[in-house]
Nanobody, 112 residues
Framework: QVQFVESGGGLVPPGGSLKLSCVYS??????MAWYRQVAGKQREFVGH???????NYAHYAEGRFTISRDNGKRTVYLQLSDLKPDDTAVYSC????????WGQGTQVTVSS
């Protein structure tokens, strides 16, 4: 069963930056995606990255967020920049198509 372990979240002021990491298990190097979820709301797509490193972003993430990966380390990264209070959420990763086994995610809080 595929597993995901996210890390790197924290509390940052508006305009700040964070780099999140997601280590994935299982075989191969699938398309990997980042999502975020605010308590009480639906999980929201942030972006994905193909096995050879081509990213694609949700409209709100364009220009501020950057997804990258290191296949040798089985790790996907999400660089968050120019953070806004509305970016506060739990960020999680999963492969596409989604596995049922979501990780715990990592909390990002943007506040002064």
């Amino acid at each position: 069963q595929v597993q995901f372990v996210e890390s790197g979240g924290g509390l940052v002021p508006p305009g700040g930056s964070l780099k999140l990491s997601c280590v994935y298990s299982g075989s191969g190097n699938p398309i990997m995606a980042w999502y975020r979820q605010v308590a009480g709301k639906q999980r929201e797509f942030v972006g994905h990255i193909t096995p050879d490193g081509l990213p694609n972003y949700a409209h709100y993430a364009e220009g501020r967020f950057t997804i990258s990966r290191d296949n040798g380390k089985r790790t996907v990264y999400l660089q968050l920049s120019d953070l806004k209070p509305d970016d506060t959420a739990v960020y999680s990763c999963n492969n596409i198509p989604n596995s049922n086994s979501w990780g715990q995610g990592t909390q990002v809080t943007v506040s002064s």
